[in-house]
């Protein structure tokens, strides 16, 4: 059974909600790591972090997944405007 369609006003903060945690997740492997290199760049942080296999699944997980999102976001906002429905946030 599929989740019943989410309005196209509560997409755009899923879409981000996905977006903070793949950020949230990076920060946390950042953090780790700025215990052992108190003086390293964020940079070179983010791209240590990015090479452990873990973190990097998960933060491409929830990219993608806000991905996905945003393009459902815009090829229902595309559909409503096509039917002559005001934007979402004009019809609550």
């Known amino acids: 059974m599929t ?9 755009a903060a899923y ?6 945690a793949a950020s949230a997740i990076l920060a ?5 790591l700025r215990r052992y290199h ?5 940079e070179t942080l983010v791209g ?10 998960e933060v491409n997980h929830h990219r993608r997944r806000a991905e996905s999102i945003a393009k459902t976001y815009r090829k229902r906002r595309r559909m409503e405007a096509a039917q002559g429905l005001p934007p979402a946030p004009a019809r609550l």
């Open 48 to 57: 240590i972090a990015m090479h452990d296999p873990r973190v990097r699944a």
């Open 3 to 11: 989740a019943p369609l989410r309005p196209s006003a509560e997409l």
């Open 28 to 32: 946390a492997a950042v953090a780790r």
């Open 15 to 20: 879409a981000a909600k996905e977006e903070a």
């Open 38 to 42: 108190p003086d390293a760049a964020v």
